[in-house]
């Protein structure tokens, strides 16, 4: 009974979404299903809105998610992803994805074409650097890259005019750099770790 209750919610749920089709960026999001695998996400892709992979032991990104052409929320976090598809800017309505806790070396390029981010987790990942494009994030509000290798910022970084938060901690920065991340993002709350006595 408990069952059947909660699949008729899910198909509500669904309805709702869907009756707002196309101005996704309209749905509210609490109201929506987050699917968490694959095969139900693949059986009706215009409705899903929200998918969480987090835990799934993955080692290549899934090619199936960038038939979600209306995915609003990605959750690959906690998985062994060594890269992301520069195709992934295809999902072009993506507002929040979460990357944390995987091997990732280079940051997602393709993730600079979703222009209405507004929240990336990076965290505990393996990032060398960010790219140039990252100041195509107009939008962007969060910003997590706790604990990664980062060496190289972008001077473009100063068009995130909308980042409210930066997460730089347990990364290695010398007193110099963290004060000219800081000039670039004047308005921004940043959270650093002690500086080092280290060259960046």
């Given amino acids: 009974m408990h069952f059947r209750i909660l699949s008729l919610f899910f198909v509500f749920c669904s309805v709702v979404c869907s009756a707002q089709h196309p101005d996704v960026h309209k749905i509210d999001l609490d109201t929506c299903r987050t699917f968490t695998s694959i095969e139900s996400a693949m059986i009706n892709p215009d409705v899903v809105y929200k998918l969480n992979l987090h835990k799934m032991k993955l080692k290549e990104f899934p090619e199936e998610i960038l038939h979600l052409s209306n995915l609003l929320v990605l959750d ?106 800081s000039s670039l993002l004047p308005n921004t709350k940043i959270h650093f770790s002690p500086s080092c006595d280290c060259a960046n």
């Fill in 76 to 181: 690959l976090s906690k998985n062994k992803l060594t890269e992301i598809p520069e195709e992934v800017g295809e999902l072009s309505h993506l507002v929040e994805v979460n990357l944390s806790k995987n091997k990732i070396v280079s940051f997602p390029v393709g993730l600079t074409q979703c222009r209405f981010l507004r929240k990336i987790t990076l965290s505990q990942n393996e990032l060398d650097s960010l790219p140039p494009s990252i100041g195509n994030l107009s939008q962007l509000e969060y910003l997590d890259l706790w604990s990664n290798n980062l060496g190289y910022y972008p001077n473009e970084m100063k068009k995130l005019v909308q980042l409210k938060e930066l997460d730089l901690r347990v990364i290695n920065l010398n007193k110099q750099e963290q004060q000219r991340i």
